[in-house]
């Protein structure tokens, strides 16, 4: 048992984990988060540890002395804006599984997690063209002909617009970029929107910006008297969900 006991406790010794968030996390939604556990111990391997991260835990098994694995975890969180996922639980039932020894490396380093995305009717019309936004918002994209670029392939995007040819020679999952017929610039003004919940109207904005955007509709959003004029691009789609995402806070 002493054994047992003192090659337990040597086992968590000197583990450390770092985790590497998505590039998009949220709300209320599985977010895969990549774990780096690094065993610093210089003459003695590491087996049989449980990473639990928030609900999500994953199964390293062995770690060569001075090493390095990688596991992933899939976690929820369930409000927007900064959140961590407090501590990493690191746990060991070697040697003989007789006892679950455990540390907890508090994780400080905070994720933005964006709002809920919650499809719904934005009845606030767009100030430019006078259409209201979820008029846009049918998977009928009315492309022109001609490919303008490809991008990285993100979820949602219809398969048959991946370039299949590029993929091959890339190895990376690419989109076509078509000029759209309906690409009349959309804005939406946040702070004018008849909707009582404030946590539905966030949610129903990004789930209409993220959609806009992702079908080649330049989209903007006027939110706390701050107008974001409307543009495409991942870039300018992330700093209006941000925007949503610390609203409030």
Same mark, same amino acid.
């Given at each position: 048992m002493a054994v047992s006991g003192f090659f337990g406790r040597y086992n968590l010794r000197m583990i450390d984990v770092q985790l590497e968030p998505p590039a998009e996390i949220y709300? =209320?939604?599985? !977010?895969?988060?990549?774990?780096k556990i690094q065993n610093n111990k210089k003459h003695f391997p590491a087996f049989l540890l449980r990473v #639990?991260? =928030?609900?999500?835990? !994953?199964?390293?098994?062995?770690?060569?002395? %001075?090493?390095?694995?990688?596991?992933?975890? %899939?976690?929820v969180f369930e409000k927007r804006g900064m959140q961590t996922t407090g501590s990493i639980r690191i746990c060991s039932v070697f040697p003989f599984n007789f006892f679950v020894r455990c540390i907890q490396i508090p994780d400080k380093e @905070?994720?933005?997690?964006? @709002?809920?995305?919650? #499809?719904?009717?934005?009845?606030? @019309? !767009?100030?430019?063209?006078?259409?209201?936004?979820?008029?846009?918002? %049918?998977?009928s994209r009315g492309y022109e002909s001609g490919i303008i670029s490809l991008r990285p392939y993100q979820a949602g995007d219809p398969l048959r617009h991946i370039h299949w040819k590029a993929a091959a020679k890339t190895d990376k999952l690419l989109t076509k970029e078509f000029p759209s017929s309906r690409a009349e610039p959309v804005l939406i003004?946040?702070?004018?929107?008849?909707? @009582?919940d404030i946590e539905t109207k966030i949610s129903c904005t990004a789930y209409a910006l993220?959609?806009?955007?992702?079908?080649?509709?330049? !989209?903007?959003?006027?939110?706390? #008297?701050k107008v974001l004029k409307p543009s495409l691009g991942s870039g300018h789609r992330l700093k209006m969900l941000e925007k949503l995402a610390l609203y409030g806070n």
């Open positions: 709300a =209320m939604s599985h !977010a895969v988060l990549r774990l #639990k991260v =928030m609900c999500g835990e !994953a199964l390293v098994a062995y770690l060569d002395s %001075s090493g390095e694995g990688s596991a992933a975890v %899939s976690v @905070p994720l933005l997690v964006l @709002p809920e995305l919650r #499809k719904c009717s934005l009845t606030q @019309p !767009a100030q430019q063209g006078r259409q209201h936004a979820e008029g846009l918002l %049918s998977d003004n946040f702070d004018e929107l008849d909707i @009582p993220n959609r806009l955007i992702r079908q080649g509709t330049p !989209a903007g959003l006027v939110i706390e #008297k």
